[in-house]
C-alpha cells in the first residue's frame, strides 16, 4: 500500500498501511503503529479491530479531502498532500470523454 501524507491541525502526518498474509493490518500513523483486522461492513463503514476493541469508523472522500469519524465522534477533515506508489510512474489527470490508447486501440475513457 502507498505511503500517504495528510494535512491535520496537528501538521503533515505520514500514514502508511501494510496488509499481512494472515489478515491483519499494520497502520503507521505518524510515529505510532496500530496492528487491527479491518473489514468493510454492509453499511460501507470499517470495523476496525484492535483486539481489546473494535471502533465503527465512516469514511469519505472528495477530491484532495478525506473525512473520517469514529462513529459517534467528531468528524476530522484531512487534506491528501502526496501518495506515493511503489514502482508505479505518476500519470496526467484524464478528463472524462478524453482518449487513450488501450491495447493497441483507440477507446473512450470514462
Known amino acids: 500500500m502507498p505511503s500517504v501524507q495528510y494535512e491535520t491541525q496537528q501538521g ?6 501494510e496488509r499481512g498474509s494472515d489478515g ?4 503507521t500513523v505518524g510515529e505510532r503503529t496500530y496492528q487491527l483486522t479491518a473489514e468493510r461492513t454492509q453499511s460501507g463503514r470499517w470495523a476496525l479491530d ?3 476493541r ?3 469508523v465512516a469514511t469519505a472522500a472528495d477530491g484532495l479531502r ?3 469519524q469514529v462513529v459517534g465522534g467528531p468528524v476530522y477533515a484531512l487534506s491528501l498532500l502526496s501518495l506515493r506508489r511503489a514502482a508505479v510512474a505518476p500519470q496526467a489527470p484524464r478528463r472524462a470523454g478524453s482518449r487513450r490508447r ?3 486501440r483507440w477507446s473512450t475513457c470514462w
Do not use: E, K, N
Open 12 to 17: 503533515i502526518v505520514t500514514v502508511s498501511i
Open 24 to 27: 491483519r493490518v499494520t497502520a
Open 50 to 52: 484492535f483486539g481489546d
Open 54 to 56: 473494535t471502533v465503527q
Open 66 to 68: 478525506r473525512y473520517g
Open 102 to 104: 488501450c491495447r493497441g
